[in-house]
């Protein structure tokens, strides 16, 4: 795995918190060459650059990125190929939101946000990195998912379906650039013990941590996996999402999570 990602230049948005930060700090690990952690959160990017500069000096950047902004997105893109000598190998979109609520309380203003987040903000990513990744003649994106987007849950209608719309994308795309040399993969990262669980009274027993989380997404795109999914749950909801054999107990168990989320309980 380390020879994959030795020397090489790697963005990762959401990258000061979570899963994000816990691949910046791997890939360097890995002898990355140069790291670039965009996030929204200032404070944390400050924190966390600085942390991992002092680690790893000369290789760590961090850039304040909005990824819900097109021209946002694109600045840091530039900024983060000049910081690596005109290369970007890798390009992590990781950024995302996780958007509990019941569907009748939602409005378009919400299904729009969902989408700027989790969909729009990959797309954005893709656009500004692929004149970087034709130059130097190939490179990996990775976008994450999540496991939702198999196995769709209630209260979870729009973050259901921005994920699917992101694997749907990925999908295509690594077929239209596959004869280009740039790959494009699939993340599914299991269920995993960050701050997005503080409001919900804390992560899952069966949760992973980043660490864990990120270790197995970059051996998987080491491989160049279609789709990466960390965990043995997340793989069995694949496979048995739509098998006409499990479709009885694959709607048995979303009826119970659904009716345990109304009584107020986190399931997953």
Same mark, same amino acid.
């Given at each position: 795995?380390?020879?994959?990602?030795?020397?090489?230049?790697?963005?990762?948005?959401? =990258?000061?918190?979570?899963?994000?930060?816990?691949?910046?700090?791997?890939?360097?690990?890995?002898?990355?060459?140069?790291?670039?952690?965009?996030?929204?959160?200032?404070?944390?990017?400050?924190?966390?650059?600085?942390?991992?500069?002092?680690?790893?000096?000369?290789?760590?950047?961090?850039?304040?990125?909005?990824?819900?902004?097109?021209?946002?997105?694109?600045?840091?893109?530039?900024?983060?190929?000049?910081? =690596?000598?005109?290369?970007?190998?890798?390009?992590?979109?990781?950024?995302?939101?996780?958007?509990?609520?019941?569907?009748?309380?939602?409005?378009?203003?919400?299904?729009?946000?969902?989408?700027?987040?989790?969909?729009?903000?990959?797309?954005?990513?893709?656009?500004?990195?692929?004149?970087?990744?034709?130059?130097? =003649?190939?490179g990996h994106i990775a976008n994450t998912a999540s496991g939702i987007a198999f196995a769709p849950m209630a209260l979870q209608s729009?973050?259901?379906?921005?994920?699917?719309?992101?694997?749907?994308?990925?999908?295509?795309?690594?077929?239209?650039?596959?004869?280009?040399?740039?790959?494009?993969?699939?993340?599914?990262?299991?269920?995993?013990?960050?701050?997005?669980?503080?409001?919900?009274?804390?992560?899952?027993?069966?949760?992973?941590?980043?660490?864990?989380?990120?270790?197995?997404?970059?051996?998987?795109?080491?491989?160049?996996?279609?789709?990466?999914?960390?965990?043995?749950?997340?793989?069995?909801?694949?496979?048995?999402?739509?098998?006409?054999?499990?479709?009885?107990?694959?709607?048995?168990?979303?009826?119970?999570?659904?009716?345990?989320?109304?009584?107020?309980?986190?399931?997953?």
């Amino acid at each position: 795995m380390k020879e994959y990602y030795e020397d090489k230049v790697a963005v990762v948005t959401g =990258g000061a918190s979570g899963i994000g930060l816990a691949l910046c700090e791997l890939l360097l690990s890995l002898g990355a060459g140069a790291v670039v952690l965009a996030d929204l959160n200032a404070e944390k990017l400050k924190a966390e650059t600085a942390r991992l500069d002092g680690a790893y000096p000369g290789k760590v950047l961090g850039i304040q990125t909005d990824v819900t902004k097109q021209h946002s997105v694109a600045s840091m893109i530039a900024q983060a190929a000049e910081f =690596g000598g005109g290369r970007i190998d890798f390009l992590f979109n990781n950024a995302g939101l996780a958007l509990v609520k019941p569907f009748d309380e939602t409005t378009d203003e919400d299904w729009k946000f969902a989408f700027d987040v989790n969909f729009y903000g990959a797309l954005y990513g893709i656009r500004a990195v692929l004149p970087v990744m034709r130059s130097q =003649g190939g490179g990996h994106i990775a976008n994450t998912a999540s496991g939702i987007a198999f196995a769709p849950m209630a209260l979870q209608s729009m973050y259901s379906a921005t994920k699917a719309a992101l694997v749907g994308l990925t999908g295509s795309l690594r077929y239209e650039f596959w004869d280009e040399n740039i790959r494009f993969s699939t993340v599914i990262p299991g269920t995993v013990a960050t701050p997005i669980w503080d409001k919900a009274g804390g992560a899952p027993e069966s949760a992973i941590t980043p660490q864990e989380s990120a270790r197995g997404i970059l051996r998987g795109l080491a491989a160049n996996e279609r789709v990466i999914i960390v965990t043995d749950a997340d793989r069995e909801g694949a496979i048995n999402a739509f098998r006409p054999e499990a479709a009885e107990g694959m709607d048995q168990y979303l009826l119970n999570v659904a009716r345990q989320r109304r009584e107020g309980k986190t399931v997953v």
